[in-house]
Nanobody, 123 residues
Framework: VQLQAYGGGLVQAGGSLRLSCAASGRTFSSYSMGWFRQATGKEREFVAA????????YYADSVKGRFTISRDNAKNTVYLQMNSLKPEDTAVYYC?????????????????WGQGTQVTVSS
C-alpha cells in the first residue's frame, strides 16, 4: 500500500483543516488506518485511528471532541477533519496503514506510512 497525505496548511487558532490520505492498491479496505503527528523536536504521537470497516474509531485525549477520522473505502481515502485548532496542534501529520485487528495506537504496529503534510496553527 502506498499512501499520500495532503491538505495541510497554515490556519489561525480556532480554524479548521481537513487532511486526506489517498491509498493505492486494492487491499485498502483490509487495513485499519491511523493518523500520527510529529512536532519539531518531539516524538511522533498518535492522533486518531479507524478500523478497516470504519465502524470503530479511537482518538488521543488531546484531540478528542475536536478531530474526526473517517474513511471512504470506495475512494481508498481516509480523512482527518480538524476543528478548533490550537497552536499546539502544529506538526507534520502522517497517515499510516495498520493491521486488520484491534485499533492500534503505537506507531510500530503500522506497516505503511505516507510522506506527511505540514499543519501550522498560528496564535
Amino acid at each position: 500500500v502506498q499512501l499520500q497525505a495532503y491538505g495541510g496548511g497554515l490556519v489561525q487558532a480556532g480554524g479548521s483543516l481537513r487532511l486526506s490520505c489517498a491509498a493505492s492498491g486494492r487491499t485498502f479496505s483490509s487495513y485499519s488506518m491511523g493518523w500520527f503527528r510529529q512536532a519539531t523536536g518531539k516524538e511522533r504521537e498518535f492522533v486518531a485511528a479507524i478500523s478497516w470497516s470504519g465502524g470503530r474509531t479511537y482518538y488521543a485525549d488531546s484531540v478528542k471532541g475536536r478531530f474526526t477520522i473517517s474513511r471512504d473505502n470506495a475512494k481508498n481515502t481516509v480523512y482527518l477533519q480538524m476543528n478548533s485548532l490550537k497552536p499546539e496542534d502544529t506538526a507534520v501529520y502522517y497517515c499510516a496503514a495498520g493491521p486488520t485487528g484491534p485499533i492500534q495506537t503505537r506507531a510500530y504496529e503500522y506497516d505503511y506510512w505516507g510522506q506527511g503534510t505540514q499543519v501550522t496553527v498560528s496564535s
